[in-house]
């Protein structure tokens, strides 16, 4: 169950990126994309705070800023239209692996 909550804070994560993101382009709607990314933030630090209680520290925090930065870089693709290259693409594979790679080493 803890493994979803992290799973959930890092989508989160993903979330209050998105929300700054978002904050940054639009001039008219400044505060309800910061109020977004207060909520988000508020709600993923919880959420990894409730993870790391079961789930070893280390592996909490490095799998939810695993799931941050890929969520991330993702919708900077789909929704910022930043650049999908090879070489972007081939190490967020890699990214993901690792994250896969500490849930099955994970002795929780």
Not at 52 to 68: D, E, H, N, R
Request: proline content about 2%; overall charge positive; glycine content about 12%.
């Amino acid at each position: 169950m803890n493994w979803i909550i992290l799973i959930i804070a890092g989508l989160f994560e993903v979330g209050f990126a998105t929300c700054l993101g978002k904050a940054r382009e639009e001039h008219t709607n400044t505060a309800a994309w910061l109020t977004g990314f207060g909520v988000c933030l508020a709600a993923s630090m919880y959420l990894l705070f409730k993870a790391s209680q079961t789930i070893p520290l280390g592996t909490s925090y490095a799998v939810w800023t695993g799931i941050g930065a890929v969520g991330t870089a993702i919708v900077g693709i789909i929704v910022f239209k930043e650049p999908a290259t090879l070489w972007r693409i081939f190490f967020l594979c890699t990214l993901v692996g690792s994250i896969v790679g500490l849930k099955v080493v994970s002795s929780h």
